[in-house]
């Protein structure tokens, strides 16, 4: 299991992106959270296997379809926090 965070900018707020990131988080047995930025920029933390944490990011450069992802930021996550889901903030 990995975790990273990853910082979305670009049109992401607004859009549905939180919504829908989550909906294909839980598709993806993706566990952690997202939540609005006050830069306009989405954050994700997101803890799975590198499978299901590729296709998560690869969702995440397109976002819903009103979003335009202008850059996603991926760095390693080092959290001592435990995920059981993922939520909203």
């Keep these: 299991m990995k975790t990273v965070q990853l910082i979305i900018s670009g049109?992401?707020?607004?859009?549905?992106f939180r919504m829908l990131t989550k909906k294909q988080a839980d598709k993806l047995g993706i566990t952690g959270f997202?939540?609005?930025?006050?830069?306009g920029s989405v954050e994700v933390i997101a803890n799975a296997n590198d499978k299901n944490l590729n296709q998560f990011i690869n969702w995440c450069h397109q976002?819903?379809?009103?979003?335009?992802?202008?850059?996603?930021?991926?760095s390693n996550y080092s959290n001592s926090?435990?995920?059981?889901?993922?939520?909203?903030?």
């Design 34 to 39: 997202v939540r609005n930025k006050a830069d």
């Design 63 to 74: 976002g819903p379809m009103m979003a335009k992802v202008e850059n996603v930021s991926i």
């Design 11 to 16: 049109r992401v707020q607004g859009v549905y």
């Design 81 to 89: 926090e435990q995920f059981t889901g993922f939520e909203i903030r």
